[in-house]
């Protein structure tokens, strides 16, 4: 199991788009990956889920990440999430 915390960067935080951007990315992998913000937990593979944690700019998530492809799909959240979901 994989445990990291991002800091959320892009301007309006995890709106529609983004969160549409982070459930079409985590969809391709096979392992169960969760998303925590202020003690909520979400599943990292729905956009209402990642919707209802409210995450705005500056908010900090924790990325879960259990299964045999974590180490890849922690890296493509990473640079989602490093490269402002590419909206900026």
Not at 29 to 39: A, L, M, Y
Request: glycine share 8%; aromatic share 6%.
């Amino acid at each position: 199991m994989i445990r990291k915390e991002f800091t959320i960067l892009n301007k309006y935080g995890l709106h529609a788009r983004p969160a549409a951007q982070m459930v079409k990315t985590t969809g391709k992998f096979k392992s169960s990956i969760k998303i925590e913000k202020d003690g909520l937990t979400a599943d990292g593979k729905s956009i209402m889920g990642l919707m209802t944690l409210a995450a705005e700019v500056g908010s900090t998530i924790t990325v879960i990440i259990d299964g045999e492809d974590a180490d890849q799909a922690l890296s493509a959240i990473a640079d989602l999430i490093q490269n402002k979901f590419y909206e900026d």
